[in-house]
């Protein structure tokens, strides 16, 4: 798809700035050191191969993590020209084997209108839902993973019990809407997209997790594994007998304003883009 170079360039959400001007405590003060930096287009076909690599990626990176199971699973990244289009991995192509060119696009009804492969179904349900309801939301993440969906049988939010799972305190909520029933039909994307209103990941009863968010598909992807990281500590905490110390809720935001951001969750992903980039060049195929 070409641009039309005529037109500006949309560019990524403003992200919150400390005082000093700096996105986060973690950017260094002192200049000159090797650091990742936000990235820049010149034009929205730059900006569209960005996002397309960083999609790749975030599937790579799922299958690394061994988050596939069967065709389950998708990702999604709005396109930058056309917001009501968005790209996502292939049906039936294993995370490990997505590259740029069988990446499709689609649109809010299901119509593959770029790429040779087909939908997901439960992928067009539930991800078109909430892009449609919510134009803000960039990109979302959804896989069938062990812990995670072990955890949403028991139809409960994540506790406090360590600093990367206050991360995610009061900036995620369980869906109990359609728990259980295979994502299919479009009122179930309808009556679980109300529930990603300004927070960055919910957890679906007896289904798994999903992620979103309103800046980057390395966001989205990075904070879905750290969502599955974080139910697999506390199933492993609890399941030693003993209640866990929680962290309190003053700490618990002070955690998660400062490692629970949209740009945290971009850096977290720069070492796991750059170490996939070196040792598999095939997905840029």
Not at 37 to 45: A, G, H, I, S, V
Not at 189 to 218: M, P
Not at 220 to 233: D, I, K, N, V
Request: proline share 6%.
């Amino acid at each position: 798809m070409s641009a039309v170079l005529d037109l500006p360039v949309r560019q990524d959400p403003v992200l919150p700035r400390l005082p000093d001007g700096r996105v986060s405590i973690y950017q260094p003060q002192q200049k000159g050191l090797i650091y990742p930096e936000l990235p820049t287009f010149k034009n929205l076909d730059d900006q569209r191969l960005h996002l397309k690599k960083r999609l790749v990626a975030a599937c790579r990176a799922f299958a690394l993590e061994g988050f596939d199971y069967g065709f389950a699973g998708h990702l999604t990244i709005r396109d930058p020209e056309h917001p009501e289009l968005y790209w996502t991995n292939p049906m039936c192509v294993h995370f490990s084997q997505v590259n740029l060119s069988n990446l499709i696009l689609a649109d809010h009804k299901g119509t593959v209108v770029e790429g040779d492969y087909a939908l997901n179904r439960a992928g067009f349900v539930l991800h078109a839902a909430v892009h449609e309801a919510h134009p803000d939301i960039l990109s979302m993440c959804h896989a069938h993973t062990v812990y995670g969906t072990a955890f949403a049988a028991l139809g409960r939010p994540l506790d406090p019990i360590s600093q990367d799972a206050a991360a995610f305190f009061e900036d995620h909520v369980v869906i109990r809407e359609e728990a259980g029933q295979v994502a299919v039909e479009e009122k179930a994307g309808t009556a679980v997209c109300d529930w990603f209103k300004g927070v960055k990941a919910a957890i679906h009863q007896n289904h798994g997790l999903l992620t979103a968010s309103r800046y980057s598909i390395e966001s989205a992807a990075f904070w879905f594994m750290a969502l599955e990281r974080c139910c697999r500590q506390q199933l492993m905490v609890e399941a030693t007998g003993h209640k866990p110390v929680m962290v309190d809720a003053q700490r618990s935001r002070y955690s998660r304003e400062h490692v629970g951001s949209e740009y945290i969750g971009w850096l977290h992903f720069q070492p796991i883009y750059e170490h996939l980039a070196a040792t598999q060049p095939d997905m840029f195929d």
